[in-house]
């Protein structure tokens, strides 16, 4: 089985900034990638960014500049740094973690979902 659990978000102000973590457990043995999705009240989900095992990573066109992605393989855990927040960022953030292998079914890999956790910007 395969956890993943988000944290780091909270309220915070336009203009500043936010840290999220998301940390995977359970008997792992490799994840191909990891990434932040967001979903905004009354909207869909949208992709937020993604990082692989080797450091590569991808944006979604209107998150580049203010969202840096990051991953310590060592801790199976993805960070996402928020900068210059704006209200419009408010939004339940989900972790994905893509291509997972766990050792009791080293043939087959699979994708997996955190619970997410809130981030609200106020003007």
């Known amino acids: 089985q395969v956890r993943l659990v988000e944290s780091g978000g909270g309220l915070v102000q336009a203009g500043g900034s936010l840290r999220l973590s998301c940390a995977a457990s359970?008997?792992?043995?490799?994840?191909?990638?990891m990434g932040w999705y967001r979903q905004a009240p009354g909207k869909q989900r949208e992709f937020v960014a993604r990082?692989?095992?080797?450091?590569?990573?991808n944006y979604a066109d209107s998150m580049k500049g203010r969202f840096t992605i990051s991953r310590d393989n060592a801790k199976n855990t993805v960070y996402l740094q928020i900068d210059g927040l704006k209200p419009e960022d408010t939004a339940l953030y989900y972790c994905?973690?893509?291509?997972?292998?766990?050792?009791?079914?080293?043939?087959?890999?699979?994708?997996?979902w955190g619970q997410g956790t809130q981030v609200t910007v106020s003007s």
């Open positions: 994905k973690a893509g291509g997972v292998v766990v050792t009791t079914h080293p043939w087959a890999s699979g994708d997996y």
């Open positions: 359970g008997s792992i043995s490799s994840i191909n990638f």
């Open positions: 990082i692989t095992s080797g450091g590569s990573t």
